[in-house]
């Protein structure tokens, strides 16, 4: 879970899945898979997901 925490913040600060893939050195398709996770971990959405970009959902943001 604590790697997860980690995405989870590359993901925020860069308010991008493919951003925070090459910064972190990982697919996209796992940096998505991880996150999906984590949200089913928690219960909740953590972000806005669009063709824009991410924002954080207010429970992301807490």
Do not use: W, Y
Not at 6 to 17: D, G, H, M, T
Not at 27 to 45: D, K, P
Request: charged share 20%; with cysteine; net charge positive.
């Amino acid at each position: 879970m604590l790697d997860n925490l980690k995405i989870f913040v590359a993901a925020a600060e860069q308010r991008s899945l493919t951003n925070a893939a090459l910064s972190l050195g990982m697919t996209i398709a796992t940096v998505s898979r991880r996150m999906s996770e984590l949200e089913q971990q928690l219960g909740c959405e953590l972000f806005h997901r669009s063709n824009k970009g991410l924002t954080l959902t207010p429970a992301g943001t807490a």
